[in-house]
């Protein structure tokens, strides 16, 4: 109960009963106030200026999953992140007045079961994560006004570097499960227009409920590799997919998933040579694992990798990109960390230049499909 008094408790009345009535709830408008026998407030009693009393009840989580039970609540408020029992159980207890609640917390403990159950749903156009019924609002350093940025530079310089973005951004924290352990201010930057003599390419990862594409291009004056654009779009045809790929520059090689030689989203024909008939230029990529994550973590981390700030399903990805407690990686949400692996395995050699006529861009010739088999 500690928290709840030093916390909910001094926000609400004020940090001792001789100041009760200072805080949120004034004066005039605090009714009978019962303290529990560890000296916290358990129940509060708030007058509405309309007639009639509102009742505010406190309780810790350390009081466990069964101190929640046998009520109905209009509004509950969560302060800090529950343990999955108490989430549950004081969501059921909104069920018969359709009730309200509100999380409030740093997500310092990684994708839990109670971060999870947010991250169902589809990144809406601000790049917030909403599932049905729920809503999430991801609130940063940047977005409160009272701290400064000097003050700012001097709070994440202390702070671990696995901690960074939970702390300053809400981002969850994943610590050495991590794959990328790498801060997004050290790679994503605002989008630009790509220079027309930057070859391009681009890598798939295909399936029934997912097919992702991702666009690279690459400076070749200093090396820097530039993710552009993505594709995330599940339960469609290849056609589908093939049109969208076509609309971002019909000429630009690239690599797929090298299991599309064997199976098709739906029928378990050869899915590469139906895109290739849909008028594609792709050859599979290479597949190896680890060894395509030591390449990605190693231009992430030298600085020879960037990604457009407007890839939010690839910024989505990343965030979660992680290993279980046993060291294998987590199998969900990973499609377009799978393409930035196939760009890396191998993929880039293969970006391609258009042919130049006049001022207009033609198809490409210097990368042909007869010269990516031989």
Not at 124 to 143: C, K, L, T
Not at 172 to 197: K, R
Not at 262 to 268: E, F
């Amino acid at each position: 109960m500690k928290n709840a008094r030093e916390i909910l408790q001094a926000k609400l009345l004020g940090a001792s009963e001789s100041v009760w009535g200072t805080e949120l709830i004034p004066r005039d408008c605090l009714g009978r106030v019962q303290t529990g026998s560890s000296g916290a407030v358990d129940r509060i009693e708030v007058k509405s200026r309309h007639g009639g009393t509102s009742v505010l009840m406190l309780k810790s989580y350390e009081q466990g999953r069964k101190a929640f039970q046998g009520t109905e609540q209009d509004v509950i408020l969560l302060d800090e992140e529950p343990p999955y029992g108490v989430y549950t159980e004081a969501l059921m207890r909104t069920m018969t007045t359709r009730g309200l609640m509100l999380l409030t917390f740093t997500p310092l403990q990684g994708v839990s079961e109670v971060v999870k159950s947010f991250l169902e749903g589809e990144l809406d156009a601000e790049g917030m994560r909403s599932a049905p019924g729920r809503f999430v609002v991801r609130a940063g350093w940047d977005d409160v006004p009272h701290l400064d940025e000097g003050v700012k530079a001097e709070l994440l310089a202390s702070i671990p570097p696995y901690q960074r973005d939970a702390r300053s951004k809400g981002v969850p924290q994943l610590g050495s499960g991590a794959i990328y352990p790498i801060p997004e201010s050290d790679f994503v930057v605002d989008d630009f227009e790509l220079p027309g003599h930057w070859p391009r390419v681009y890598a798939m990862d295909v399936g029934w409920r997912r097919t992702a594409v991702l666009w690279a291009a690459k400076n070749e004056e200093d090396g820097v590799v530039y993710l552009y654009s993505e594709h995330y779009q599940g339960e469609s045809l290849p056609l589908v997919h093939a049109s969208a790929i076509q609309a971002r520059g019909d000429w630009i090689p690239g690599v797929i998933d090298p299991a599309a030689r064997a199976r098709s989203q739906r029928d378990g024909q050869c899915l590469m040579d139906d895109y290739n008939e849909a008028g594609l230029w792709l050859q599979p990529a290479e597949s190896e694992l680890e060894s395509g994550i030591y390449r990605v973590y190693q231009a992430l981390a030298t600085g020879r990798l960037k990604v457009f700030r407007s890839l939010r399903n690839w910024l989505d990805e990343y965030r979660y990109y992680r290993r279980d407690e046993s060291g294998r990686i987590v199998k969900e949400r990973d499609h377009l960390m799978d393409c930035t692996r196939y760009l890396y395995n191998g993929g880039l050699r293969l970006a391609g230049l258009p042919e130049e006529t006049g001022t207009d861009w033609g198809r490409a010739r210097r990368v042909t499909p007869e010269s990516w088999m031989g």
